[in-house]
């Protein structure tokens, strides 16, 4: 089975107004060259660093301005919308808002009716140091997800991951584990540790599943004074890179995938049932 995919590359604004009127025109040229699974970034919906700026503008999932745009889309363009993050509120609050006053970083895969069938939280929060002085501590913002999330859809069998989450090896292969042929790495990667590992990372997780990537990332300087590496990039279950967005400027990336190369690297190199429990060390 051929599967045509679409990867949006943002520069994703401080509001969610901008936001909207940012991706919507990317969307709409993944679809007229004909994807079927749209995939978007991390944070599609708003990039604010600044944690008292950022929260009060944030609305639940269902609320949200961005993720009601995308829902719409997705039934004017008859596609399948992947919110490869959005910034929200969580609903767990004694008062209906975020619990201990955290956020959730949260993917929404939306169908061709508008309906979100599926939602996964970020899994590990990127509270890192590094070696350029560069800090990050998104654990003082968003509460982590607690659970690991397989999309069975007529197009294929989807595992969700975000951004921090590909460093993490354990994880994807319990989605491949759980049947997922494609996996989404939806991205806001820091510059430094994007020109070190972005590539790199994604095709290892790639191989070490027999998957498919997809990995639809910020990229450039925003307007809050983050820097992200681009480079949106779809790797195939041998390694191999399908396609690539070499640079950081707003973009769409679109390519077919045959979903039976999976299936045949798992074949020649059956990783997956090979594994065997060990004591230790």
Partial sequence: MSLRVGLIQTRTPATHEAALAHVAPLVREAAARGAQFILTPEGVNVLQKDRDRLLPSL???????????????????????????????????????????????????????????????????????????????????YEPGDRAVVVET??????????????????????????????????AFTRPTGQAHWEILLRARAIETGSFVLAAAQGGFHEDGRGTWGRSIIVGPWGEVIGLLDHDEPGVLVADIDLAAALAARAAIPALKNARAFVGP
């Fill in 59 to 141: 609305r639940t999932l269902e609320d949200d301005i961005v993720v009601r745009g995308l829902r719409e889309l997705a039934v004017e363009l008859g596609v399948w919308i992947d919110v490869g993050s959005a910034l929200v509120l969580r609903k767990d609050g004694p008062d209906g808002g975020p619990d201990g006053g955290k956020a959730a970083n949260r993917q929404a895969v939306i169908d061709p009716a508008g309906s979100i069938v599926a939602t996964y939280d970020k899994l590990h929060m990127f509270d890192v140091t590094l070696p350029t002085g560069e800090t990050a501590r998104e654990s003082a913002t």
């Fill in 154 to 187: 007529p197009l294929g069998v989807f595992g969700l991951t975000i951004c921090y989450d590909m460093r993490f090896p354990a994880l994807h292969r319990a989605l491949a584990l759980k049947g997922a042929t494609i996996l989404t790495v939806p991205a």
